[in-house]
């Protein structure tokens, strides 16, 4: 039984990124590979409540982290001929100006974005010094363009206008908190309503929930 091989392709460069060239085969397919996704909060506090409100800032990048191996040593090759292939993706290319964007394949699982980080040690060696065994930590870091990251948001986000009935002892801060997780943007919808004393609203008021601008 023969597994599909694990590749990394170079998405742009100089050159055509559907050529053969521009794709890096591991030499063995990674025993595991880690996925670490996060997002970035502030917690601001607020008189009157026990635990400060959450704010939501935005989201950090996905890492994808593996380890590779590399052996050449019954073909007495120098194992860095295949290491280096991957370690040079950290170089700035030099029409981009930046490192090139790639592509971790592996059957139906891809990854789009840059590598950030290599980690090598080198494990075996031929009586010249050359090296002949290899394994390799590489971390890739999620890039995605503005109009993929748009696509990606839901329909039925929280900064686009819609209404809302305001409940028994609510106030406008409340409900900013609730819908822009920022309490401070209560004056949006203030201002949105035209709500001149926002301590005077009566329970069973429809109100605006405007949608934020940038």
Same mark, same amino acid.
């Given at each position: 039984?023969? $597994? ?12 055509? %990124? ?13 025993? !595991? $590979?880690? @996925?670490?996704?996060?997002?970035? $909060? #502030? ?9 400060? @409100? ?12 593996? !380890?590779?191996?590399?052996?050449? $040593?019954?073909?007495? !090759?120098? #194992?860095?001929?295949?290491?280096? *292939?991957?370690?040079?993706? @950290? ?10 964007? #790639? ?29 002949? *065994? ?12 503005? !109009? ?22 609510? =106030? ?5 908190? =609730? ?18 004393? %926002? *301590? ?5 008021? #429809?109100?605006?929930?405007? *949608?934020?601008?940038?």
């Amino acid at each position: 039984m023969s $597994y599909e091989k694990a590749a990394i392709y170079i998405l742009d460069g100089p050159d055509d %990124p559907g050529k053969e060239s521009n794709k890096i085969e591991v030499m063995f397919n990674p025993n !595991e $590979y880690s @996925l670490d996704v996060a997002n970035k $909060y #502030v917690f601001k506090p607020i008189p009157g409540l026990s635990l400060p @409100l959450a704010q939501f800032i935005n989201g950090e990048s996905t890492s994808l982290s593996m !380890e590779l191996f590399f052996d050449t $040593y019954e073909k007495k !090759e120098d #194992v860095r001929t295949y290491t280096d *292939r991957i370690r040079n993706l @950290l170089h700035v290319e030099k029409d981009l100006h930046v490192p090139p964007l #790639v592509r971790f394949v592996w059957g139906n699982f891809t990854f789009k974005g840059i590598i950030e980080k290599v980690s090598l040690r080198y494990t075996m060696f031929l009586e010249t010094g050359t090296p002949v *065994r290899a394994r390799m930590n590489v971390t890739f870091r999620e890039v995605q363009s503005v !109009e993929e990251q748009f696509k990606r948001i839901p329909r039925q986000s929280a900064d686009r206008t819609k209404q809302r009935t305001v409940r028994q002892g609510e =106030q406008l801060w409340h409900i900013a908190a =609730q819908e822009y997780d920022n309490p401070g943007l209560w004056r949006e919808i203030a201002r949105a309503n035209g709500i001149e004393d %926002p *301590r005077r609203i009566e329970p069973g008021t #429809v109100i605006k929930i405007p *949608r934020l601008n940038g």
